[in-house]
């Protein structure tokens, strides 16, 4: 178990080009702690994993691994252990020799081995299956039989990439919950790399947010803290997109009153809205973004109805549980989670409450302001 | 496949299989032909296929045995077929061998490193390998002429040179392992290398072990290659008791008489050690080795 720490770490495959995938990457990880590289395809998230695998060399930076220098260290020498996106499992061999094939080329001793394989499958719970081939596996065991063979090298950092993106939505979540135990049991570092920012949400013990990174821009790193500050208070209109499921809804507006603990909008709509954000870093008549959660509206009647916006309704999905109404509001797409029989027909007009706790506020660089309050839905 | 399909194809498929059988019988026919004069009486090319007198004449002047006529007067056979057979066996499997590890690890180096100028010298081999050998020919012998100066046992007429020689045609089997590596996940290796293997290790514990179809295809191919080969043999051997059976053959077409009969015993000879080994190599051709491995 180690710390991993990149300082100012950058990538480019082709400096003819001038065209960074990472650029001024800084990450402070702690021994022991779960960490999430989230971001949209392309971001650059599984090319800094294989950064510190070693699979990569690193433009420029440094990366340390416990307190060594490991820029110029062979993959294996940096005791890190890998689950790749396809398993990667040796077809030829059956799983007790896919699992000692790494100790058998450090030459350990035959009973340390089995010991180790043993403890390893018992864990996973492979026991029955040591004998068989990976072509006789399902999927979910196939990606136990990867992680296993990571276990028995008992590596300081666990290095998982998109691991679970193969498998069929039930067994995602009976293989994310496995990996959360299987995190608790090791106490090991573990760095974990998805596009799925539920599983994001879910494993993290801190989340490292990476956006494909633009012409000119000072880092694709938007934002690296623990999922719930990443849910309350984003950095930027990125972070505060891609963190959320319904993503969260942006409306134009501009500034026309601000005060100490809120400030006053005005909506493209035209309907003002108060925001407990402090926005004294602007000036009125700026240009913003409001955004709001679909979970955090609620019905025009409700008692945090503060402000309200109005749209036409487009679609309406019923889940059961929940509803989704889809509305444009002038444009912009907005997204409201309502009650399981909330009546509302394409076409029809509606209004929704906009608590004033529950907005988030964007400037035109799409930096958020500090927000002075956290939405609370109540009973 | 279980999938619905009109009538007419009860017709169709009939046509297809007496299409197939016909292109049989047109390739099988002058196999046929080879064997029948193998067994006619006298140095025929022109008879019956199925020869009214057959004899074991000419089979026995292939192995060597005298051949002794009605008459008393005995014929000691014209050749050392067999000692050619076994040159060409000797040849072809040390040339395969090598031509299979060489082009395997020239593969490797184009499939997976990264080096410059490897578009360049992949492109290149290929159209160096367009050009037919035999335009070379002249070259060549004055090449093994030189060598045999200093390397006695690469020199001209030597088996060493004559393999040395068609250990300079892989570019096309390099073409074919490097596309088959290239089907295997890199992953796979990537995988091994964080296990501690070093590259030799991943290429040799995880690659070559996957790939044995495409190495066995490719022995096969060097193999038959060289058997049938005659334009360099022809050149760099002289000496009887070294060609190979291909060269030595065409010793049967004398202008004035050609014995079309102990040269179809010799030719239909010929066909035994390739039958073999790719009866041999045939268990090695199996699909789905790299099965399990990877989400594919």
Redesign the interface.
Known sequence: MANVSLNAVRKNYDETLHKDTLRNINLDIKEGEFIVFVGPSGCGKSTLLRMI???EDITSGELKIGDSYMNDV???ERN???V?????????MDLRENMS??LK??KMDAATIKKRVDNASDILGLDPLLER?????S?GQ?QRVAIG?CIV?QPNVFLFDEPLS?LDAALRVKMRIEIAKLHKELQSTIIYVTHDQVEAMTLADKIVVLSPLDEGADSNLEQFGSPLDLYHNPDNKFVAGFIGSPKMNFVDATLVEINAKDCVVELITGERVTAAVDANRAKVGDAVQLGIRPEHLVESEHEHAQSKVTGIVQVTEHLGSESFVYMDVKGCDFTFKARPEFPAEAGDQLTVGIPTNACYLFDENELAFQRTAKYNRGA | MPMVQPKSIKYRKLATHLGMIVFLALIIFPLLMVIAISFRTGNFAVGDIIPSNPTLDHWRLAIGMDVVAADGSVTPPPFPVLLWLWNSIKVAGIAAILIVVLSTTCAYAFARMKFRGKATLLNGMLIFQMFPSVLALVAIYALFNKIGDYVPWLGLNTHGGLILAYLGGIALHVWTIKGYFETI?P??E????????SPW?AFR??LL??SVPILAVVFILAFIGVVTEVPMASVLISDINNMTLAVGSQLYFNPQNILWGDFAAAAVLSGFPITVVFLMAQRYLVS????????G
Do not use: C
């Open positions: 695998a070693g699979l062979p993959p294996v890190v252990g890998m790749f996106q396809s398993y990667a499992l040796y077809p030829h094939f790494g080329l450090k081939k990976p072509k006789e596996l999927g196939r063979r090298q193969n | 996940d992953a796979l990537e995988s091994a290398a964080i296990d501690g293997a290790q514990l995880i072990p996957l789905g080795l790299t099965a399990g491995g990877v989400k």
